[in-house]
């Protein structure tokens, strides 16, 4: 038998993004489906390269395609769990990069009875004094997505992955050198790491 593979931690990775879980994400044995796992990989990483303005998906000259990818499952999230996607890259070429993901159960959105009842009582009051009480609701919302602010850095992922862009040109579909800009964001998921005998790996 193998042994078990240690897992990363959040601190091994530079960049984390909250997803909140759908109903829809979840499979009929009640958790999410691991197909949804990619999704989350996907959604970590373009955000990443997105929030740097350094991809264009409409109308960018260069483009990442997906050559490879897969994904080790630790533990397992259902809805309604906040989801931590934390990315940083392991590799890069001259027109690929390597990105690793993992995977990091924050929290649910509502915690038991207490949570329920405070959300009934929000809503109760926002449609019994109207503009006021609306005005405190986009705070609430903001407390409830923001998990990585209380997460541990030593949090364990529950899953981790990997996969590989290899960027081409939009239309002739051929591999490209990265462009400086691109290669700049990507640097700066390799350089930034744990202090020295902090990291879970």
Same mark, same amino acid.
């Given at each position: 038998m193998s042994p078990t593979p240690q897992r990363s %931690?959040?601190?091994?990775?530079?960049? /984390?993004?909250?997803?909140?879980?759908?109903?829809?994400?979840n499979d009929v044995y009640g958790h999410v489906n691991?197909?949804?796992?990619? @999704? +989350? +990989?996907?959604? /970590?990483?373009?955000?990443?390269?997105?929030?740097?303005?350094?991809?264009?998906?409409? %109308?960018?000259?260069v483009i990442g395609l997906v050559v490879e990818t897969s994904c080790r499952y630790f533990a397992p999230i259902a809805f309604p769990d906040l989801v931590v996607a934390a990315v940083r890259v392991d590799h890069l070429g001259n027109s690929s990069v390597r990105y @690793?993901?993992?995977? +990091?159960?924050? @929290?649910?959105? *509502?915690? $038991? @009875?207490g949570a329920a009842e405070r959300s009934t009582e929000g809503a109760a009051e926002r449609s019994t004094k109207g503009g006021a009480a609306a005005k405190s609701a986009p705070a609430l919302e903001l407390q409830a997505m923001q998990p990585t602010q209380s997460l541990d850095p030593a949090t364990e992922a529950v899953a981790e992955g990997h996969f590989?862009?290899?960027?081409?040109?939009?239309?002739?579909?051929?591999?490209?050198?990265?462009?400086?800009a691109l290669r700049k964001a990507l640097l700066e998921?390799?350089?930034? *790491?744990?202090?020295? $005998?902090? *990291?879970c790996l």
């Open positions: %931690c959040l601190q091994d990775y530079p960049y /984390a993004l909250t997803i909140t879980t759908r109903w829809h994400d691991n197909v949804q796992y990619y @999704a +989350f +990989f996907d959604t /970590a990483v373009n955000r990443y390269l997105i929030e740097r303005k350094v991809l264009d998906i409409h %109308c960018g000259a @690793a993901i993992g995977l +990091f159960r924050a @929290a649910e959105r *509502s915690t $038991g @009875a590989v862009h290899v960027y081409v040109d939009r239309h002739t579909r051929r591999p490209t050198p990265l462009p400086g998921l390799r350089a930034q *790491s744990p202090e020295p $005998g902090k *990291s």
